[in-house]
Structure formats: C-alpha cells, structure tokens
C-alpha cells in the first residue's frame, strides 16, 4: 500500500464522521421518544431506491443507526396507468461500511386512477420501550390508487433489530367528512376511539351507517401482529396510531371548512 492509500484509508472515517456533522439540519425529540439527528446527505454505501425525503440518526446500545426514507411517483405508462413506491431501510454505520438492518418496500403497480404512496414524516419516532437501550424503530405511510376523494390505506409499522416487525394496518382520515352547505356543517362519522369490531359496530349503528365496510375511516383491521410481542408494544402503537389519526382529522376537518378561493369566472362575474 503506497502512502496515498494509506492516507485516503486513515481520512474515510473521519470524513464519514464529517459528512454527518456538517449535513446535519436539526436535532428532534418526539414524546417518548430518541432523539433523532436529521441529515440531508447519507454516508457512501447505504442505499437510496427513488427520492430522498429524509434521513435520521441516532445512538443506542448497537451503535450509530440511520434511517432513510425515500418515495417515487413515476409518470404515467403509455397505458394511462401511473405506478409509485415508498423505500425505508435502517443501517448501523460505526463500521467501514454500513450494515443494513432492515428493508421495507411498498409499491401501487399500474394503476388506472391516480396512484399515491407518501410517508407521513409525522409517524416516524424511535424509542426504548423495553429501556435496554436496544430501539423500536416506527414508520407510517399512507397508499392509494383511486380517482376520488376517499380514505387512503394507512400503515403504521415497527421495526425491532434485523428480523422483528409488527404491524397495524387501516385507512386514514383523508375525505371521510365533508361540508354540507344546506346544514352548514360537517357531516360523516367521527374518528372512532374504538377500533375493535365490536367498538366499530356501535358506531355505525349510532350513525345509522348499515352496510358500512370496516374498517372505519381513521381505524385498523386487527392486532394479530402483536399476540407474542414485548408487553409496551401495543399499547405504544395504538396511542400513536390514534395521535396520528386525530391530527389527520383535525386537518381535513379544517381544510373543509375554510372559505374556498373564487375562481377566474367567479371574480370577474358581474
């Protein structure tokens, strides 16, 4: 090894360590949760499938991890059909060269309508629920493919180490109220507080909703992932699917009562 080599070979760490240091945008908290380094720029050897969205690092009893999050929306086909993905992956990176944990790949393929597929950046949290210093990584997004306004399949998914995933699977908030202008209000049920079947089952027959698929709009299908997980799992997951569902609605909810801007025709009508 002649002493160029060598010195490039004594340089990468260091420039590794520099390239998170300077790339670091901001230093985030969630509740409950690590604190979690945003970055704008991954180190050489981790893998980014599509267009970065964000980037977070973190220390635990492993050592320095990292987490991408990366999403696509292709143009449309010569078919008319639109396709679109969503990529995550965690690595540890004190070594030479980051070590993958995990992969998690989510794709709509061909679709007739209008294909969605968006991380929500606010489900994204890492914790130490078990307190061993060994994190609980949770990412969530939402996937459609539709030519409505219509709820959107949600996800919510935690990753533990290099093999342990649990996950709750649903449909969000996205249109599932809307403005009547006769009663000047909004009408549709509420979010449910309640997501098993028998909690969904009394909130249709209050609202008199017969024939209503469940799950309801801001509810998950089931729990079964979580039958032989850590005991602080679940009710870590319901309190954040919940927390996010509630900040969806409010949202919509909003959006659909704020006075709309006139159109071209509207302003210049006599």
């Not at 493919?145 to 919510?156: A, G, I, M, Q, R």
């Amino acid at each position: 090894m002649n002493s160029v080599q060598l010195l490039r070979g004594q340089l990468r760490p260091v420039l590794m360590g520099l390239l998170l240091g300077v790339a670091c945008i901001s230093t985030v908290r969630a509740d409950d949760g690590v604190a979690l380094t945003s970055i704008d720029q991954v180190p050489e050897g981790v893998e980014v499938r599509g267009k970065q969205i964000a980037a977070y690092t973190w220390d635990d009893r492993q050592g320095k991890n990292l987490l991408v999050l990366a999403e696509q929306l292709n143009e449309r086909d010569d078919d008319g059909t639109q396709s679109a993905f969503v990529y995550a992956a965690q690595y540890l990176i004190d070594g030479k060269r980051p070590k993958r944990m995990w992969m998690l790949y989510d794709d709509v393929q061909h679709c007739q309508f209008d294909a969605a597929l968006r991380f929500d950046r606010t489900a994204t949290k890492v914790t130490d629920l078990n307190g061993d210093g060994i994190t609980q990584t949770v990412v969530g997004y939402s996937l459609t493919c539709t030519s409505d306004v219509s709820p959107n399949e949600f996800k919510l998914i935690m990753h533990v180490g290099k093999s342990e995933k649990y996950r709750l699977r649903g449909v969000d908030r996205y249109g599932a109220a809307w403005w009547d202008e006769e009663a000047g209000a909004l009408r549709g049920m509420p979010l449910p507080k309640d997501c098993s079947v028998a909690g969904q089952q009394a909130l249709v027959s209050q609202y008199k909703e017969q024939g209503t698929e469940l799950p309801l709009p801001g509810c998950y299908r089931d729990e079964k992932d979580f039958a032989k997980a850590p005991q602080a799992y679940l009710p870590f997951m319901r309190q954040h699917w919940f927390a996010l569902m509630q900040k969806q609605d409010a949202e919509w909810s909003q959006a659909q009562t704020q006075p709309q801007e006139p159109t071209e025709d509207e302003e210049t009508a006599p």
